[in-house]
């Protein structure tokens, strides 16, 4: 039986969801939605394995900065979020807690 995402994972679906063609990089959305990296990466880390997003590295970054891995939603990701009850999607800002 799967569980349910967490309000957390909601939340990064969510804000990926706004706008799924456009990879976003985790240190922007740890910024955004308020997760500190030892609950954000998990998140993605655990949605990418599980086809929910998808990873690759910034092709350009700027001299003297190391690549960035960028995060995008795909549509298995997109249908689990609709697939969210309604009372469980976040609002704008994830709850605090323990990660899916």
Known sequence: MARRPSP???A????LARDPDTP???YELGKELDL???TLYPILIRLCERGFLEASWETDP????PPR???RITAPGIHLLD???EASRPASRP???GAW
């Not at 990064?12 to 804000?15: E, G």
């Open 95 to 97: 709850a605090l807690g």
């Open 36 to 38: 500190k990296a030892g």
């Open 62 to 65: 700027p001299s003297g900065r």
């Open 69 to 71: 891995h960028l995060y």
């Open 83 to 85: 697939q969210a009850p």
């Open 8 to 10: 957390q994972t909601l």
């Open 24 to 26: 976003r990089y985790g």
């Open 12 to 15: 990064v679906l969510s804000l």
